[in-house]
């Protein structure tokens, strides 16, 4: 970082030694590397806030070419969109078919060429799928009923041991 070679490092200490003395010389040290950590935190900080502007102007040129092209395509779709109307208004007029009742036998209302176009539609409710069964509530409240009905306990709090109450009375002792 600074380039100080091995030797004099070991001048620095010391003359720091000597200037210092024994008593102070760890507390300065201590001082220093706090000083310099954070001076490398500043520079890490810095560093860190200058690839993020960076990376922030990169994103919105990118943002801006991307929204350049979707005008640009929106625009042409439009443009195809506008040529096939007018090109469609301009056959349909040539061909006679106009709504208007004096040009031919066509009426879009009364053309029931397509099946089920005489009628209406009506809603249509399907039963469920599924049946639902009792909630949580019901079931604590029959686990609870049943207990009861085969007089078990209502916990298992009162008894002290988990497994085998027994089990350490007939175990046989070491004896020294």
Do not use: C
């Amino acid at each position: 970082m600074f380039d100080f070679s091995f030797g004099e490092l070991a001048l620095i200490g010391t003359v720091a030694l000597v200037v210092l003395g024994p008593e102070r010389l760890p507390r300065v040290a201590r001082t220093v590397g706090d000083w310099v950590g954070k001076a490398q935190r500043y520079v890490n900080q810095v560093k860190t806030d200058i690839n993020r502007e960076m990376e922030l102007a990169e994103l919105k040129k990118l943002q801006e070419e991307a929204r350049n092209a979707a005008q640009a395509f929106q625009s042409g779709v439009q443009n195809a969109v506008s040529g096939l109307e007018t090109d469609l208004n301009k056959t349909v007029g040539d061909a006679g078919l106009t709504n208007s009742g004096t040009g031919s036998d066509y009426n879009a209302s009364t053309d029931d060429s397509w099946e089920g176009a005489g009628e209406s539609w009506q809603r249509q409710v399907f039963p469920r799928r599924y049946k639902p069964g009792p909630s949580v509530d019901e079931l604590a409240e029959e686990i609870a009923r049943l207990k009861r009905q085969l007089a078990m306990p209502a916990s298992h709090a009162s008894s002290r041991h988990k497994y085998a109450p027994r089990g350490r009375v007939n175990r046989p002792r070491i004896r020294r």
